[in-house]
């Protein structure tokens, strides 16, 4: 995925910064629950946000019920961002069912996001 970005002109996206991209609303998000949601701190959210925003792919604007809270969203960079790494990854994906079928892939999938939940809320839980 990040060769792919890279060779589409967003190098400088991090392993760090899927964090962020896989957290955030189309329409925005808080911090804090982005931070929630990625299972790490409110000050790593808010780098890695930071680091997004001086990069160009966020922006912080006004929320629509409270204008002091600041949601992120993805500037149109970051949406095209999104779009490259969706398309290199059910590249990858495919490649993957040619290898090894359909109904393993499927169980492949679920198994992943279990542990990733499990990891959640091991990490949720201060272990």
């Known amino acids: 995925m990040f060769d792919s970005l890279d060779a589409r002109g967003f190098g400088d996206i991090r392993p760090a910064h899927s964090k962020v991209f896989s ?4 329409t925005g998000s808080r911090i804090t629950d982005m931070a929630a ?24 604007v006004g929320g629509q019920s409270d204008r002091r809270a600041k949601l992120i969203r993805l500037t149109p960079r970051g949406r095209a961002a999104v779009l490259v790494a969706r398309d290199a990854i059910a590249t990858a994906e495919n490649a993957w069912t040619g290898l090894l079928g359909a109904e393993k892939v499927r169980r492949l999938r679920a198994l992943l996001e279990e542990l990733a939940d499990a990891f959640a809320k091991t990490r949720a839980s201060g272990g």
Not at 23 to 26: E, F, K, M, R
Not at 38 to 57: F, H, I, N, P, W
Request: net charge negative; glycine share 8%; charged share 25%.
């Open 23 to 26: 957290v955030i609303a189309g």
């Open 37 to 60: 949601a990625a299972a790490m701190t409110k000050q790593s959210m808010q780098y890695l946000v930071d680091d997004l925003e001086r990069l160009g792919y966020a922006e912080r």
